[in-house]
């Protein structure tokens, strides 16, 4: 009760932590509070700078002083933003607010063993943790307001107590908690302890939510592998016959699914095949049983992977409907089923409706209603489009229209893109990237670069780059350089979206395509759906998520009122009316160059008026 009035309190008296609002902040604030207030769904563009983080929390934070809400749910899919939650509530801390917040870490990061198994024999902080919990929790809750992972493993490791569930308990503590998507939306991995019930009085801001259609998708999405079970019973099978016939039932289920294969190897069907779900709960029961019975067996940990994958497909043949469609594939000797979900809106929907209000925001939601659409917001969803609050004349937009890099197009201009790539590079003032819609195109235009442009200094983006590589790359993006960088990355990659290039770190972004995603089964299966049921497939599959990408990498460029930038987009298509309609309103100063030579004119009149 003392620390609830010392939080409103707190919350009533506090400013906007800045001198002054930015052109549009203070719209985007104020139509939060009136979501929260009228219990509504926002969605909101607001491009970067306008300073979303800030503008969605401090308004938040004040409904919770009004108590129109009693918790905040800062939801996001990379952990750069998640840090940028938390320094914003740093800022507000600053300015005198009391406010308990924590970071949520994964518990497969976060665990103090080599794999996350909660058994006494392989973790001896199981053994007693809820005896030491309390006094982890109150030594915490009584030093600090904000919890991130160091404290937490600090505290765990000094009481000896499972860092994870430290964090789960101290949550329900919390007035804020920051935290990744799945924490909400995933249909196993939520926190049953705050979403259990039908309906709360919580605030869900939903941060990069471009990120949520796919990850939707995803968290839906159910898949085994004959493969997979096999290898199991051959490896402990003849160790434990009763496992052993309850993976060699299993696997002889997965092969009676290949006959529905046909000659192609791979059938789509909008039913679950019946028999084979039987024989899958005939197995999570007899396995759930021996599992049970044998606590302390060393085969537990080989088992249960397997399970928990059962388990989750007879969870998700449970939410089956209209769009899902069932995938089945054969090649060779594996056999393959997938519950394929086309279009998460309904459960996410579903997790939204939980809570008092949602607040959906990202520098590229657009166009809204395709969002608002695939997103769950319903028709009484409210939007947002907040201009951008950089000067115009900061950004040099440049179209090389006159180019095509069409799939059947590439290597036949691969040549003229090379020498608009390069040519950009030698006439910008500073580093620049450009972006590819794919790893093979951006290293064949890499080495065509290199060869045409041997004096610039050339560094690409490597395939399943580990963190530490990833932290070198970006660390080559020095304001300090003595030579302009030229970087090669992919659009839609690690270095595309969530990273912030301040200052002059980054001068200049190349944008070769439109992004589309690549033509295979997974996206002609979303192209039919969206077309049966929104008459317009190849947008919803194809184009909205392909300029998404273009915009985010573009988004990399100008990060603060103060920067000047300049971004080349080659490809024909972004003439067309289709592609042209979907650009933000500060894209309307477009400069077309034809040839190599008037571009390099416009940026150094460009840079001139810079100095």
Known sequence: MEWDQLRKETIQSMSFPFAEYRKGQRALAAAVYRAIRDEKRLFCQAPTGVGKTISTLFPSIKAMGEELTSRIFYLTAKTVTRQAAADALTVMRQKGLRLKSIVL???????????????????????????????????????????????LERAAELHQVCPFELSLDLSEWCDTVICDYNYLFDPVASLKRYFAEEKTNFTFLIDEAHNLPERGRDMYTAELCK????????????????????????????????????????????????????????????????????????????????????????????????????????????????????????????????????????????????????????????????????????????????????????????????????????????????????????????????????????????????????????????????????????????????IDFYGDRLVGAVIVGVGLPQVNQRQELLREYYEQERGDGF??????????????????????????????????RFSQPNYRCLFPPHWDMLHRVRKAEEMVLLLQEFWAEKT
């Open 105 to 151: 870490t994964a518990k497969e990061k976060i665990c103090c063993q080599e794999s996350p198994e909660c058994t006494p024999d392989s973790c001896p902080r199981t053994a007693g943790h809820f005896d030491r919990v309390n006094k982890a929790l109150y030594e915490l809750l009584t030093q600090t307001d904000h919890f991130d992972r160091e404290k």
């Open 227 to 498: 493969s997979n079970v096999l290898a199991l019973k051959k490896e402990i099978g003849k160790q434990e016959k009763t496992i052993g016939k309850m993976l060699a039932s299993l696997n002889t289920a997965m092969l009676a699914l290949r006959p529905l294969c046909g000659e192609t190897g791979q059938a789509e069907s909008a039913e679950i095949p019946q028999e084979f779900l039987r024989a899958l709960h005939r197995f999570s029961v007899r396995c759930e049983e021996w599992l049970e019975m044998h606590r302390e067996h060393p085969l537990r940990r080989q088992l249960l992977p397997l399970w928990f994958d059962v388990r989750f497909f007879l969870r998700i043949s449970e939410l089956y409907g209209p769009e899902y469609i069932t995938q089945l594939q054969h090649r060779k000797s594996e056999v393959m089923i997938r519950l394929f979900c086309r279009d998460s809106a309904r459960f996410l929907d579903e997790s939204m409706s939980k809570g008092r209000a949602s607040i959906l925001f990202s520098a590229t939601l657009s166009p809204l209603p395709y969002f608002v659409s695939v997103l769950g917001g319903g028709d009484d969803a409210r939007t947002l489009s907040v201009p951008s609050p950089f000067p115009k004349e900061n950004l040099l937009l440049l179209l090389a229209d006159q180019i095509s890099t069409r799939y059947v197009d590439r290597q036949r201009s691969l040549p003229e893109v090379a020498q608009m790539i390069g040519t950009f590079a030698k006439a910008g003032k500073g580093n620049c990237i450009a972006y590819f819609p794919s790893y093979q195109y951006m290293e064949q235009a890499k080495s065509l670069v290199e060869e045409k442009f041997p004096d610039l200094q050339i560094v690409c983006q490597g395939r399943n780059m580990e963190e530490r590589e990833r932290e070198s790359f970006l660390s080559l993006f020095s304001e300090e350089n003595s030579k302009a960088l030229l970087g090669f990355c992919v659009m839609g990659g690690i270095f595309s979206e969530g």
């Open 539 to 572: 947008s919803f599959a194809y184009r909205f998520p392909g300029m998404n990408k273009v915009m985010q990498a573009a988004g990399r460029v100008i990060r603060s009122e103060t920067e000047k930038g300049a971004v080349l987009l080659i490809d024909s």
